[in-house]
Every structure is written in C-alpha cells, then in structure tokens.
C-alpha cells in the first residue's frame, strides 16, 4: 500500500522568500503525485500533477513540483511567496488503479509574515 | 467552474442521531467522494461512486452509508451519530478516466457530535 509523509506540520516564511514543501512517498511502483492546496474555510484545489514524462512539473498560482525517483521525493516550490499563499498544502500519491486509491499526507500549513 | 455544494457549512448533533450530509456537483461528473478530515490525519476516504446507483467502501466506512439516487447527488449518512464522528467532511467529483485525479471539493461541513 502507498503512504506519503509531510515531516513539516507547519512552515513560516517572510514575504518575498522561496518556499519548499517536503513529500516522501512510498509506494512499489510509479505513482502518480499530488500537491492539493485547502485555504481557509476552502476545500481543496489541486496545484499540479505528474504522472510521467518530465520530472519537473508546473502547476497554478507559480507553483512547481520535481519527482526525485531516487528520493522518493516530491516537493513542492515556489520562489517568491505572496500573503496569498497562506494555506495548508497537502501532498497526495495515487496508485493507479483509480483515484479511489489516492492516499493524503498529514498536510503543511504555511503561515506568511510581512 | 466546477461546482461542489456541501448544504451546510456548520452542524451540530446529538448523540444516537441520524444525520445526512447531502453534496451536490453541476458539472455532470461520474466519479463522487466523501472524505473526512482530520487534523493529523490528513484525509482518509471514506465512500465513493463512479456511477448513479454504485457505491463503494472507502478505508474507513464503519459507521457510515451512502445513497446516490442521481448523478449529480451524493449523500453521506451517519446511522447513529457518535462522539467519534466529529470531524470536517469533505465531498469531492471528478471525471472518469486520468481526468478522475482531478478532485474538485466542496468547502466541507464541519460536524459536531455532542
């Protein structure tokens, strides 16, 4: 069975600053991957996806993702955060199977300060 | 836009309660979700339906069922609420095939059981 790890629960960055969100996923094959943004009071709205091809993967709102293979990594970035960003991100691995079999990690919220 | 409507946004119930969290989408989309979520737990799933009249068990079902009589419909119904059902819900569509790992999510109804 897949399972994701979000190790940050929460994030502070200034304004202005790059952010990296952290995802490790296990899973035997390759999956497909996730990043989901939930805004306060919002259900949540996906960000990019990858299912194959180019590990380096854009996404809404300047978003982009890279799958490391060899890490088992799917991490999030952006390099220039705005106070609009402040959310909880949530990553995401499918089997694929169907999206039945699409497990969330424990999400990170990111506070933006002035 | 897609749209998902969760028909309330704040409920409160008793104990031994039956409560239905009705969904409902506008973009004719075959495949219907209902989550929970949980803080550290991220999201786990908990009924789906890829068609009027189906439904499937998610990962945690006990203690819920659900009904989709139309298309555009789904419900989650909780037999006899208990304190341990208190939680955000989530329903969520999606188109069938690769289109399926798109979600698009309500704003979520936050329960509590008293």
């Known amino acids: 069975a897949q399972s994701v790890t979000q190790p940050d629960i929460h994030i502070t960055v200034s304004e202005g600053a790059s952010l990296e969100l952290r995802c490790n996923y296990s899973?035997?094959?390759?999956?497909?991957l996730f990043w989901y943004v939930q805004s306060p009071g919002q259900g949540l709205q996906l960000l990019l996806k990858?299912?194959?091809?180019?590990?380096l993967v854009q996404g809404i709102k300047g978003f982009e993702a890279e799958f490391k293979r060899s890490q088992s990594s799917f991490n999030l970035r952006k390099p220039s955060v705005h106070w609009s960003d402040a959310a909880e991100y949530f990553c995401?691995?499918?089997?694929?199977?169907?999206?039945?079999?699409?497990?969330f990690g424990t999400g990170t919220r990111l506070t933006v300060i002035p | 836009d897609v749209k998902v409507t969760q028909s309330s946004r704040y409920l409160v119930k008793r104990t031994g309660e039956k409560v239905f969290l009705e969904c409902v989408q506008d973009?004719?989309?075959?495949?219907m979700f209902w989550y929970r979520q949980d803080p550290g737990l991220g999201l786990r799933l908990i009924y789906f339906?890829?068609?009027?009249?189906?439904?499937e068990k998610g990962d945690i079902p006990e203690g819920y069922s659900v009904s989709r009589e139309k298309k555009e419909r789904f419900s989650l119904i909780l037999e006899s609420a208990s304190t341990n059902q208190t939680s955000m819900y989530l329903c969520?569509?999606?188109?069938?095939?690769?289109?399926?790992?798109?979600?698009?999510f309500g704003s979520g109804t936050q329960l509590s059981v008293l």
């Open positions: 969520a569509s999606s188109l069938p095939g690769t289109g399926g790992w798109e979600l698009f």
């Open positions: 899973y035997g094959a390759t999956p497909y």
């Open positions: 990858y299912f194959s091809g180019d590990t």
């Open positions: 995401a691995v499918g089997a694929r199977t169907g999206a039945n079999n699409l497990f």
């Open positions: 973009m004719d989309h075959e495949n």
């Open positions: 339906s890829y068609d009027v009249k189906m439904k």
